[in-house]
């Protein structure tokens, strides 16, 4: 197959709907990591379509839903500097900090930029060689790899009024976190094919072993979902726990040896905190040691900071699959895309906005809602 459409070819949807019906024989759970799995979920209501014993649990692979609140609080603090320019993706700019977000500060004068890319936060250092240029590095392995070529550029070059907000995450932690929690129900992932095809499936098989639980490696378009499930549930069924690649044509299982070299040169793992979840242990990046002057926490030392989630806000159990975006109180009232009160509804792959956009509302998927809101 050549085009996205035809991953999306109902016929052969059909196909493997009907070959994971005559498989399932009794109730299983399975876990998507990833947001746009989520979105792709909801968008095409495939989870309607699946036999009744079959449950998706949407996984925490959001990655501007999981920056945590302190470190979000630490942008707002660094933009509001004199002389700083701060630059982000565009989602992270209406994500809540404890009481405002990076707009307003943008609104009260701070110079608070949306790019495209770390090597347009580069070049922005390069124009202006009196200012100090800050870029919000957030993401699972995908986005790491540029991070850490923007921070070698920069080393490269002697661009010293540049640097990095870190707060990369990573999959296979997360997964070992969640198979540890008490109440988990999950019994099979959905990996996230995109960071398989940066950082490959050799992590996965221990983890497949020691916890009993199948990965199969899946992509985002419809068909690739549907043959996720199909493969875990036959595992399952059949009584196995392996690492399957559903995802050949962008995964192998080495991943992208350029993109990990780099991210080996410029990144050491750390400890991290998860927005809502928790600190999960070796499950982030920081700046090696070598590179550790491009540090933003480090050169504008932004201490002192003091939380504050809001008290309405459920996305943690979002987050940890506990709860279903409508099951909130405050989904749909008081918490929208437009008056977000957790990043799940803000970001374009979390959750809570995911059930909003499509009017999943604890009913049926219909006609998108405001669909340019959380774009
Ligand atoms: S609907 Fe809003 S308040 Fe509720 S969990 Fe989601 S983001 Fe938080």
Redesign the pocket.
């Known amino acids: 197959m050549k085009y996205i459409e035809e991953f999306q070819d109902p016929e052969l949807a059909g196909k493997l709907l009907d070959d994971i019906h005559a498989t399932v024989t009794r109730p299983w759970a399975l876990m998507e990591v990833c947001g746009g799995q989520t979105h792709s979920i909801i968008r095409h209501g495939i989870d309607q379509l699946l036999p009744e014993e079959l449950e998706l649990i949407h996984g925490p692979g959001c990655p501007v839903c999981v920056t945590p609140l302190e470190l979000i609080d630490k942008a707002l603090e660094i933009a509001s500097r004199p002389g700083v320019i701060f630059c982000s993706f565009g989602d992270m700019l209406r994500v809540p900090g404890t009481g405002r977000d990076l707009f307003q500060v943008r609104a009260e004068g701070g110079d608070v930029r949306v790019v495209y890319s770390p090597l347009d936060a580069l070049a922005l250092a390069r124009e202006n060689p009196d200012r100090e240029v800050v870029f919000f590095g957030i993401g699972f392995e995908t986005t790491a790899p540029p991070n850490a070529m923007a921070v070698h550029l920069a080393a490269r070059e002697g661009l010293r009024n540049f640097s990095l907000l870190v707060s990369h995450v990573r999959v296979p932690p997360a997964i070992e976190a969640i198979m540890n929690a008490p109440h988990c129900r999950v019994r099979a992932f959905l990996a996230a094919g995109h960071v398989c095809s940066v950082m490959g499936t050799e992590e996965y098989p221990e983890l497949a072993e020691r916890h009993r639980v199948p990965i199969v490696v899946t992509g985002f378009e419809p068909l690739d979902i549907l043959e996720g499930v199909r493969r875990a549930v036959r595992q399952l069924e059949a009584g196995r726990a392996t690492v399957e690649n559903a995802y050949q044509r962008a995964v192998v299982p080495q991943g992208n040896p350029a993109a990990r070299a780099m991210l080996a040169e410029v990144f050491t793992t750390t400890d991290r905190g998860w927005r809502g979840i928790g600190v999960i242990p070796d499950s982030g990046w920081r700046l090696a040691p070598r590179f550790e002057e491009f540090d933003a926490e480090h050169r504008f030392s932004v201490e002192g900071i003091t939380t504050r989630e809001?008290a309405?806000?459920?996305?943690g159990e979002?987050l940890q699959g506990l709860l279903k975006?409508h099951e909130?109180e405050?989904?749909g009232t008081t918490?929208t895309p437009r008056t977000?009160?957790?990043?799940?509804?803000v970001s374009s792959e979390?959750a809570?906005a995911a059930y909003y956009l499509y009017r999943r509302l604890g009913g049926t998927t219909t006609a998108p809602l405001e669909a340019s809101t959380v774009d």
Not at 312 to 315: D, E, G, T
Not at 340 to 345: D, I, Q, S
Request: proline fraction near 16%; glycine fraction near 10%; charge should be positive.
């Open positions: 809001p309405a806000c459920r996305s979002v975006p909130c405050a989904f918490c977000p009160l957790g990043a799940t509804m979390g809570c």
